[in-house]
């Protein structure tokens, strides 16, 4: 019996390890609509991006471990090369950079500077497998990769396995006007609590009345010295507030010691759900 535990641990090491670097834990089948597929027909898309859009929060240049990272524009039939990795379980659920929530079983992806709502056909070069994807995301953040694929879309072309493979981008167009999926307070009140973040401690950044800036400083913040992100979506005494919290600490007292550290004026510790 223990040698059989020991393989199944070993097997389950292995696995893990050829997924994308954002880390794999637990997850449920929360409850979303249906995925959306999108066609690899560019005339089914906008041919430009639209330049009243040049100004959204998700276009300006931010910072990401050290690395300065410039949003631009591009053209249709634009083609890229590069490593594509996914990521999945740790993020189902949580905000992505434009205010959607991440749907692992939707056919999106991530990219560092791609416009939000560009539509791209990725093609895994080992088996010749395409996949259409629409970029709500930023990311991943390794110099190696240049996207990061939902589960769903990773599925399609083969790669959940290995956890990264050789891709070609084509840029095939821009979506219209793209849904940000921020709940009323009822669906606030009524969601899954397993969407919400579990035990141990976070710091408090920062609290908007509104979206956009949530977004841009979770954007600039994420991955500070190795901790994380995340937009809260409370309702308060003065109203709807997104807060931003840093997390990933292990104990109050590595939560305490960070804020002593006074990189963050004014954060304060809170528990988390």
């Not at 999945?88 to 950079?97: D, R, V, Y």
């Not at 290995?162 to 709940?183: C, D, H, Q, S």
């Not at 899954?192 to 800036?213: M, R």
Request: proline share 4%; hydrophobic share 30%; glycine share 10%.
């Amino acid at each position: 019996m223990s040698k059989l535990f020991f393989v199944l641990v070993i097997g389950g090491i292995l696995f893990m390890s050829g997924c994308s670097t954002r880390s794999y834990s637990g997850y449920k089948h929360y409850k979303y609509s249906e995925p959306t597929y999108y066609s690899d027909d560019k005339s089914v898309y906008k041919s430009t991006y639209d330049k009243t859009k040049y100004s959204h929060p998700t276009m300006r240049p931010y910072v990401v471990h050290g690395k300065r990272y410039y949003p631009t524009v591009v053209s249709v039939g634009d083609r890229f090369r590069g490593n594509a990795s996914w990521y999945g379980p740790n993020f189902h659920g949580k905000f992505t950079s434009n205010g959607e929530r991440y749907n692992m079983w939707d056919m999106t992806a991530a990219h560092k500077t791609l416009p939000m709502n560009t539509i791209v056909k990725v093609t895994n070069k080992r088996n010749g497998k395409s996949t259409v994807v629409r970029i709500n995301d930023r990311g991943p953040f390794v110099s190696t990769r240049i996207i990061d694929l939902s589960k769903a879309a990773a599925s399609k072309i083969n790669m959940i396995g290995t956890g990264t493979a050789p891709v070609t981008l084509e840029v095939l167009g821009f979506a219209g006007k793209g849904k940000r999926n921020i709940p009323s307070t009822k669906q606030l009140k009524n969601s899954p609590k397993s969407i919400a973040l579990h035990g141990g401690f976070a710091l408090q950044i920062a609290s908007f009345s509104n979206i956009n800036g949530a977004i841009k400083t979770q954007e600039k913040y994420n991955n500070t010295n190795g901790y994380t992100t995340v937009i809260k979506d409370m309702q308060g005494a003065n109203g709807r507030m997104f807060k931003v919290w840093l997390k990933g600490f292990k104990s109050e007292q590595e939560a305490r010691d960070y804020k002593a550290n006074g990189i963050f004026k004014g954060a304060f510790i809170v528990r988390e759900d």
